[in-house]
């Protein structure tokens, strides 16, 4: 039976924890699957993360228990220590693309079609805004027969240049309750870059790096190219 979040909504805690496991498997392969304790860490991380958590490890494993139940997580038994692993495209039925903008709205809260692509780069490459916006149009669109829809698209904020998507995997959302993520999600994006003009050698910082970032990148574009292979993250 197709995952139904109207019939069996995740709680908070189980969407961290399957947000969690769904990030480190693409950037941290050599560690994954991740240990109870590995999994707690990244749930309880102080990036990347919105809100930011202090699960304990009793309720981190009582998550992973219901997870396994819905065949969301697997568990791996070991000589020294059991692992896990996510299994949410199989037992949700959506594509990896639609999957990694799932982890990242469970991770980071409600973000733009531009900041999920942006936040997608270590999990899935998107061409542009466009291939972002097609994904989530289509979880958006996702058919009755299929659970219903996995994303809503909130309205836009007060001050807000573009409005936000939020995903629907704990529950549907009353009008209320999008319009307050709405608020909720525009005022932490103004606090964070109040924080940044607020501290100019933070922001000198921040654009150095994005800039080494960019050069990085550029380079290993035209490596690949000169060898002929795909970049990273693309087929």
Same mark, same amino acid.
């Given at each position: 039976m197709p995952f139904d979040p109207r019939l069996q909504p995740l709680d908070a805690a189980e969407a961290r924890v399957l947000g969690t496991l769904m990030e480190k498997a693409r950037t941290v392969p050599d560690s994954y699957p991740l240990t109870l304790n590995a999994v707690v860490t990244g749930c309880n991380q102080k990036s990347s993360r919105d809100p930011v958590t202090t699960l304990s490890d009793a309720e981190v494993q009582e998550a992973l228990d219901s997870l396994r139940r819905r065949a969301m997580v697997v568990e791996i038994g070991g000589q020294r220590t059991t $692992?896990?692993?996510?299994?949410?495209? $199989?037992?949700?039925?959506? *594509?990896? #693309?639609?999957? =990694? %903008? %799932?982890?990242? &709205? !469970? &991770?980071?809260? *409600? #973000? @733009?079609?531009?900041? %999920?692509?942006?936040?997608?780069? $270590?999990?899935? $490459?998107?061409a542009d805004i466009s291939s972002v916006e097609a994904f989530l149009d289509e979880l958006q669109s996702r058919s009755e027969e299929k659970g219903g829809p996995l994303v809503a698209l909130l309205p836009r904020a007060p001050g807000a240049r573009e409005p936000r998507w @939020?995903?629907? %995997?704990?529950?549907?959302?009353? =009008?209320?309750? !999008?319009?307050?993520?709405?608020?909720? =999600? @525009? =005022?932490?994006?103004? @606090?964070a870059s109040s924080a940044r003009t607020a501290d100019p050698a933070l922001a000198e910082r921040v654009g150095a790096l994005e800039a080494e970032v960019a050069a990085l990148r550029g380079s290993l574009a035209a490596l690949c190219g000169q060898l002929g292979v795909s970049l990273p993250g693309q087929p």
């Open positions: $692992r896990w692993e996510h299994n949410f495209p $199989r037992a949700v039925g959506v *594509p990896d #693309q639609s999957a =990694a %903008l %799932l982890g990242l &709205l !469970m &991770l980071r809260g *409600p #973000q @733009t079609a531009g900041e %999920l692509r942006i936040n997608a780069e $270590r999990w899935h $490459r998107f @939020t995903h629907l %995997l704990c529950g549907p959302l009353s =009008a209320a309750d !999008m319009a307050a993520q709405a608020a909720q =999600a @525009t =005022a932490s994006a103004s @606090t």
